[in-house]
């Protein structure tokens, strides 16, 4: 493939993603270090991670398998965002930025998909 995973809409969302997610969790309690923290990042940085990997396999059914994982950490980081603001470790706002960044990659990267698995019909 050898695709440039920096020119892929969907890898460019996730990146604004992980950094907007270590942004907001700075702040997040002390005690929240290797819990959410590390998690919510983990996941969020394994979009990107995940995204870049794949394209550089050669063929259209490994960067699939790579951009399942993806998505897979997409909805894990849809979650820690829904539990921090159960927790009140965030205000609205960082809620509504989050997840509509989180929204947008998510359909961007669901699109990607689609497109491959019509490419792989063919």
């Known amino acids: 493939m050898g695709r440039n995973f920096k020119t892929i809409k969907a890898w460019e969302l ?8 270590y942004r907001v969790t700075r702040l997040f309690p002390k005690e929240e270090l290797y819990g959410l923290v590390s998690q919510m990042r983990r996941a969020a940085v394994s979009v990107p991670a995940n ?3 794949g394209t550089s396999r050669k063929t259209h059914k490994d960067l699939s398998h790579f951009l399942v994982i993806a ?7 849809e979650y820690y965002i829904h539990l921090a603001e159960r927790l009140e470790y965030l205000n609205s706002d960082e809620i509504l930025k989050l ?9 961007t990267l669901n699109g990607f998909i689609k497109s491959l698995v019509v ?3 063919k």
């Open 14 to 21: 996730a990146d604004n993603l992980a950094v907007e997610v």
């Open 51 to 53: 995204i870049a990997e």
């Open 71 to 77: 998505r897979a950490s997409l909805a894990e980081v």
């Open 99 to 107: 997840a509509a960044i989180q929204k947008e990659a998510a359909i």
């Open 119 to 121: 490419r792989e019909e």
